[in-house]
């Protein structure tokens, strides 16, 4: 792929920087100059342009996406494949991935994470309604917004369901940490519930700092995913609420028909966990116990009564025995063992047989007693009590009131019934005990102050606080991006449960972001134009150095960092003072490759074998460096980087020039 950056594709797409590198493909920021807006830029690279299995990849992901529209999901603007380089031109999405979030923040907060998981849950509802199966859900395909929203991306293995299931070899793109068991193991099916397990690895992750599985080889994680059982989240985090586990451990269930079935299924667990910390599903108590019966059942089919165990290989018969064909003393050690062993498995089964029966019988009779089934009892139809005040239906000679809960509710003034068992018109018997939800009114919240914090948290403390809200981006010259600015209604004020918060995020000044030229080593005279062209302002303080005075021997921000026009760059210049005399001043330059290292390397200069110069120095702050040489004659100069030859000069100190002898830059 020759160089592409500042060619325009269709005549209207701009290529303007290059921002990612992925397995077939290169990702570019650029600039859609019919629609005036900022674009990613996703071209497949030559070395997979000519292959099929890579183009059927690409043409996929292009179909996959160009069929969804959801805000959680990343859109796609064209799609350009009748040339050498396919490409396909998507929404540009500022921000970070998934996975440099997580390893950013070490542990997600639960609310935070929960908040983030319901996003890709909806994301994955969109897709599956309109069947699709992305089948490579990573936190390295997930893209964190400024503003706390996420974005799905990169559909490449993405399947239709009707369409055939992957191979093996095109299964090990994905990544083996995220990938469900029945696609390590290369099953012929793979549905939704596949991207289920891998939304259920990133909760794991977000919540714990660490993945589920890890092993030497992709290989050897691949069997994890399919024969081991993963630690508890909280058995690494006790402080990861019961309930976000339970939804964690039924999401990774390894069997598929135990996970969620259905993306929306999560989601509501997701958001009962979000209005309630504290709810309890049960999942993680229900997956152990079916564990521990599993192993029982491998107990005992390996002991089961009359089963010959193996005998190991170079292992001797029994005393007695014969081989095939032989008799047995009935007498022998072995024999008798065998048959005690025999009686006390009857025993143990008979005793639990008598044990059931009796249960059977003593449940039997309560149930009879409670429910009077031969005593004739009138019926009625449940009469309707929700919307009625509770203190006004209590006392009934047809029913008996049990108050389930007390709770806020908006729809419900205080003391008035909104829910009820059995609910009303079913036929039922006089004297029944109808359980009944008791309102205690609306429930009123004083707003906190959001300001300033991260906006992903604080959608989730409002959904924990039972608030729904909507975000409005908007420029603030002191809030960092993406983070909150404001709320409408405000700090003190009070709503009720259920209303809906505006929340302001910062997008940043708003000011217009100039690139930041490379003014390193220029004189200031020069450098101060350059910064003033691009709309730059410099503040300038100088510094004793070797370079010749005026030389810019540092900048901060550096070359290519963005900055709001108007913005100051502050450059360090070489002062006259303190400059050495010297009979001769050489120049070195350093490599690219070592100004963009950013390692520190020691510099020795020798003068016909002696040195005369010493210092660590980081090419990125210098590209070069002035070395005072003082002699007569003619003299050999050798340039020393990290204890090897570097360059070798010749230097006559009568005419003031220096010739090259050695040159060994391109080993460095």
């Known amino acids: 792929m020759d160089n592409v950056l500042g060619k325009m594709l269709e005549g209207r797409y701009l290529i303007e920087e290059l921002i990612g590198v992925g397995g077939m493909a290169n990702v570019y920021r650029g600039f859609d100059t019919a629609e005036n807006r900022p674009v990613a830029i996703k071209m497949l690279r030559d070395e997979y342009a000519g292959n099929d299995e890579s183009l059927r990849r690409f043409r996929n992901e292009s179909k996959a996406i160009y069929s969804l529209n959801h805000p959680n999901i990343v859109k796609i603007y064209d799609v350009l494949l009748d040339r050498q380089n396919p490409v396909i031109i998507m929404e540009y999405v500022q921000g970070i991935t998934l996975k440099e979030y997580i390893e950013k923040k070490k542990v997600v907060a639960p609310k935070v994470a929960a908040a983030l998981a319901m996003q890709l849950m909806l994301a994955l509802q969109h897709a599956h309604d309109n069947g699709i199966v992305h089948r490579d859900i990573k936190p390295q395909n997930i893209m964190v917004k400024n503003d706390g929203t996420i974005k799905v991306m990169d559909f490449g293995i993405a399947r239709f369901t009707m369409s055939q299931s992957r191979t093996m070899t095109d299964k090990a793109i994905g990544s083996v940490h995220y990938i469900s068991p029945e696609q390590a193991r290369g099953d012929a099916v793979v549905d939704q519930r596949a991207d289920i397990y891998s939304a259920g690895v990133i909760l794991f992750e977000m919540i714990t700092g660490r993945l589920p599985f890890e092993g030497d080889s992709p290989i050897g994680v691949a069997l994890k995913q399919i024969e081991d059982r993963p630690i508890r989240p909280r058995e690494l985090n006790p402080e990861i609420p019961e309930g976000l586990e339970d939804i964690t451990v039924k999401a990774m269930c390894k069997d598929p028909d135990r996970r969620y079935q259905t993306a929306g299924e999560m989601l509501r667990d997701l958001e009962k966990f979000l209005s309630d910390p504290n709810v309890l599903f049960g999942y993680a108590e229900l997956e152990t116990a079916l564990e521990r019966r599993t192993d029982v059942q491998r107990f005992m089919d390996d002991n089961t009564p009359g089963q010959a165990p193996a005998r ?128 205690t009114g609306s429930q009123t919240i004083t707003l906190p102050d959001f300001k300033d914090q991260e906006a992903a948290l604080v959608y989730a403390k409002l959904t924990e ?111 006259d003072e303190v400059i050495p005399t010297a009979d001769y001043k050489m120049r070195v330059f350093f490599t690219t490759a070592m100004q963009e290292s950013g390692d520190t390397y020691r510099v020795v200069v020798q003068l016909d074998g002696v040195e005369v110069y010493s210092e660590n120095i980081d090419p990125a702050e210098q590209r070069s460096i002035m070395i005072p040489l003082t002699g007569e004659g003619s003299s050999i100069a050798d340039v020393y980087i990290d204890g090897s030859l570097y360059q070798s000069f010749e230097v006559n100190f009568e005419e003031g020039t220096s010739s090259l002898l050695a040159d060994n830059k391109d080993n460095f």
């Open 465 to 575: 606080l039972g608030l729904k809200y909507e975000t409005v981006q908007e420029t603030s010259p002191t809030i960092a991006e993406g983070n909150v600015t404001q709320t409408s209604p405000g700090m003190n004020e009070t709503v009720v449960s259920g209303d809906t918060i505006t929340v302001f995020v910062s997008t940043g000044t708003g000011k217009e972001k100039v690139v930041v030229p490379d003014v390193m080593t220029y004189d200031l005279r020069d450098a101060e134009e350059m910064l003033e062209d691009a709309g730059l302002k410099a503040s300038v303080t100088y510094e004793a150095s070797t370079l010749d005075y005026d030389t810019v021997i540092n900048q901060n921000p550096k070359h290519p960092a963005r900055l709001d026009i108007g913005s100051t760059v502050y450059l360090t210049v070489a002062s």
């Open 312 to 439: 190991k290989e170079g292992g001797k018969r029994p005393a007695g025995s014969r081989r095939s064909g032989g008799r047995t003393d009935p007498e022998t050690p072995s024999r008798r063992g065998r048959r005690r062993r025999k009686i006390t498995y009857l025993t143990v089964l008979f005793g639990i047989t008598c044990a059931f029966v009796v249960g059977t019988l003593i449940f039997m009779g309560v149930m009879v007693a409670i429910n009077r089934p031969f005593e004739k009892v009138p019926e009625m139809d449940c009469p309707n009590l929700v919307g009625q005040s509770y203190e006004e239906v209590r006392d009934s000679d047809l029913y008996t009131l049990e108050v389930e809960s007390q709770e806020f509710n908006n729809q419900y003034p205080a003391g008035v019934i909104f829910e009820q068992t059995p609910t009303s018109g079913k036929r039922v018997k006089e004297g029944i005990t109808i359980q009944v939800k008791v309102s």
